[in-house]
């Protein structure tokens, strides 16, 4: 159980076009999902916060026009590059808990997605 | 920023020896996690510490957790190839248990 599927895995684009990333909770509701941003070699930042129902709380640093986060439903959350740029070239990892779960639950990951703009 | 930092960065031991893995953090926490991450992967959930826990156990890992000095450990006994992987300690603060921010990470290698 608790499974996140994250779509697509891999992603090409070109520069100045925008690229969306979907995240959903496949056996279990999430009131809140976190999207995390990986570069090579390195730790997962944290970017933002994604709250069903309500706007997203990003990070310091992290732009909100430019990386548009969107929580419709208890069990998806997008995240969409907009106007990308070779150096948004990443790897974008969201992660979720089930609803209703007390402190103490782990988080439960989805697989990533590489972008590449080129 | 990261919350903590992950000692050592890298490790190569040879396989059936323990590797330990250290993570200092920053902040008061209400609770401490360990992840592993394979090559280009999401990551897995290894196990989770509380504040008030000491030691916790989970089959041939072992975590430490010492708050007044703000650190962690991650033991792996007898270890095999396949836990070649990155290593990452994760902490939970009191005001946000859900919101669980990483430390630098640990790419553990064995050798077969």
């Known amino acids: 159980g608790a499974v996140v599927s994250q779509h697509p895995s891999w992603v090409i684009c070109k520069s100045g076009t925008s690229v969306k990333i979907e995240c959903r909770s496949l056996?279990?509701?999430?009131?809140?999902m976190f999207w995390y941003r990986q570069f090579p070699k390195q730790s997962l930042m944290l970017m933002a916060t994604?709250?069903?129902?309500?706007?997203?709380?990003?990070e310091q640093g992290v732009e909100k026009d430019k990386f548009l986060i969107n929580h419709a439903s208890l069990t998806l959350s997008t995240l969409t590059v907009t106007s990308a740029h070779p150096e948004d070239s990443s790897f974008y990892i969201c992660?979720?808990?089930?609803?209703?779960?007390?402190?103490?639950?782990?988080?439960?990951f989805g697989n990533g997605t590489r972008l590449t703009v080129t | 920023s990261q919350q903590g930092e992950e000692d050592p960065q890298a490790l190569s031991i040879q396989e059936g020896e323990n590797a330990t893995m250290n993570c200092s953090y920053k902040?008061?926490?209400?609770?401490l996690q360990w992840y592993r991450q394979n090559s280009g992967r999401g990551l897995v959930h290894l196990i989770l510490?509380?504040?008030?826990?000491r030691e916790k156990h989970s089959g041939r890992l072992r975590v430490t957790l010492d708050t007044s000095k703000k650190s962690s450990s991650l033991l792996i006994t007898a270890s095999r190839a396949a836990d070649t992987a990155s290593y990452f300690c994760a902490t939970a603060s009191y005001s946000s248990a859900s919101k669980i921010i990483f430390g630098s990470g640990t790419r553990l290698s064995i050798r077969p």
């Open positions: 510490i509380r504040s008030n826990e």
């Open positions: 992660s979720a808990s089930p609803r209703g779960t007390g402190t103490y639950s782990p988080l439960h």
């Open positions: 056996d279990f509701q999430a009131t809140t």
């Open positions: 902040t008061s926490i209400n609770n």
């Open positions: 994604s709250n069903e129902g309500s706007k997203a709380t990003y």
